[in-house]
């Protein structure tokens, strides 16, 4: 098998994007129209109202982005026909049939029109609710694939997961598709049908007991946290999604599919620019917390390797792993992350963490420098359980416990810091899996495809599509690019 020219792919081509306001989806499209300005049309779905509100994200939440910097300096005083002829906006949400979208005549005209699907939407809380986890992760790749195999001209679908679909799975993690119904743990068989029917029923008795919607929330959440450990996976998130991906997989037929799962996903590491970022993060959160002086300690292991991957080279792996597929390529998963090839482990995360706010500490609104130590490093949950317990829990009782009048004065103060210390807590408990994670995640099809790019590409086009985790000097790109871009985008 010959790759040939990567672009040509994308020539003419009418492409439709679910969940085009994230991340991963706007570096897709801003990556095609910069190299392949002769694609014909992106269909852009997005959860709005109307075609009114559909347009305010396209310019809002897509074009104004910095991230397409390039092509508006490009394209100039151009550039706004160059959107509205290449770029169209449509309210919809998979979460429903036929994509949410109700106009008919804009439903035939995409099955008509469409080369691609690529299904970038998702809710990727950790503890989401789990009648929403489900209707998006899940059903919601079952109504993806559905329009996609009435689409007249459809040469593939892309579907977008994580590696963490694993679990807490540990030594070589390979790149295959889950069995339908098969559990991470114990013998009970997976039923979806069942487990939609399960959310629906809790949703009913919460709402029948006349709960405030916060506590219906709540209880929602932890039943979909009790659902996924009951079958062997530690969240909400890569519980859900390991069903949508056994739905797409069970339902697909004769319809093409690429599925792609990256891992903790990080910032651009060369295109359109080093370091774009939007959003918090895995690792993220805990960067900022810690530069701007609200962490002091961490959890993790020795052993722990934080499978990082700067986002711009999981699309160079998506664009190949289209490119060989549309060759008649057999495989179908594409884990795109580093572990296997160049890893990183946390304590290089939190040198580079510490230099880099000791050298450019952060600003508080009222100018006061933040100076950050070094911090605590517990390689285990119950170390970090019994710091948290001594150095705040028990002085907390004591405290409430104390003079009335003394707690009278404090209550509220107390309350604030018992509501942070149950959310760090909440919060420690669903990072740990991805904390203390020892998995090497193999990416032995994603380095097939390296292989071909190199040798059956045309040579100006290599150098566009890289995705190699070997090429990435860390401790260069943390600290060049990823924290100064979290602090520019996202800290700000």
């Known amino acids: 098998m010959e790759f040939g020219s990567i672009i040509q792919l994308f020539e003419n081509k009418t492409i439709l994007i679910t969940g085009a306001t994230g991340y991963l989806a706007k570096i897709f499209v801003e990556k095609i129209l910069r190299v392949q300005p002769n694609v014909k049309k992106f269909y852009l779905l997005v959860r709005a109202s109307d075609a009114e509100s559909a347009a305010e994200r396209l310019q809002d939440e897509i074009i104004g ?17 160059f959107v509205s002829e290449k770029m169209s906006p ?17 439903r035939e005209k995409l099955w008509e029109q469409v080369d691609f699907v690529l299904n970038f939407a998702a809710t990727t809380n950790f503890d989401e609710r789990y009648e929403i986890a489900l209707g998006i992760n899940t059903m919601g790749a079952v109504n993806v694939v559905n329009f996609a195999k009435r689409c007249q001209k459809i040469q593939m679908l892309v579907h977008v997961s994580t590696a963490y679909v694993c679990g807490e799975d540990s030594g070589t993690i390979l790149e295959k598709p889950f069995s339908m119904g098969k559990a991470k743990k114990g013998t009970e068989k997976i039923v979806i049908e069942t487990e939609t029917k399960l959310a629906q029923e809790k949703l009913d008795q919460l709402h029948s007991e006349d709960v405030s919607e916060k506590a219906i929330s709540a209880a929602m959440k932890d ?11 530690p969240n909400t998130y890569v519980f859900t999604k390991a069903m949508g991906e056994m739905l797409l997989v069970h339902l697909k037929e004769t319809l093409p599919v690429v599925i792609i799962r990256p891992t903790m996903v990080s910032s651009t ?64 998963i594409y884990q795109i992350g580093s572990s296997s090839r160049n890893p990183v482990r946390f304590s290089n995360f939190h040198d580079y963490a510490f ?26 949950l119950p170390s970090f359980h019994m710091y948290m317990t001594i150095r705040y829990l028990l002085p907390l009782k004591a405290l409430q416990v104390a003079n009335t009048v003394v707690l009278k004065k404090y209550e509220e103060m107390y309350r604030n810091l018992d509501r942070k210390l149950k959310l760090v807590m909440r919060l420690i408990e669903l990072y740990t899996p991805y904390l203390l994670f020892e998995g ?26 890289k995705f190699d ?5 860390w401790e260069d790109y943390i600290m060049s690019a990823h924290i100064p871009g979290l602090v520019k985008y996202v800290m700000k």
């Open 269 to 332: 590491y060369k295109e359109p620019f080093p370091g774009w970022i939007e959003g918090i993060k895995t690792i993220d959160s805990v960067i900022a917390g810690y530069g701007k002086g609200k962490i002091t300690c961490f959890l993790s292991s020795p052993q722990s390797t934080l499978d990082v991957i700067p986002s711009d080279m999981v699309i160079n792996g998506i664009i190949l792993a289209m490119v060989a597929r549309s060759k008649k390529c057999s495989e179908i």
């Open 65 to 81: 982005k910095e991230l397409f910097r390039v092509i508006k300096e490009k394209y100039a005083e151009n550039i706004n026909s």
């Open 440 to 465: 090497i995640f193999d990416d032995t099809n994603s380095e097939k495809l390296r292989k071909l790019a190199r040798e059956t590409c045309p040579s100006d086009e290599i150098d566009m599509f």
């Open 223 to 233: 039943f979909g946290l009790e659902r996924a450990r009951t079958f062997g996976w």
């Open 469 to 473: 985790p070997t090429e990435i000097n």
């Open 355 to 380: 230099r880099y706010f000791s050298a450019n500490p952060w600003i508080n609104k009222d100018g006061s420098q933040v100076r950050i130590g070094k911090g605590i490093l517990f390689n285990s």
């Open 90 to 106: 449509i309210p919809g949400d998979i979460s429903y049939e036929h994509l949410g979208i109700e106009d008919s005549i804009l």
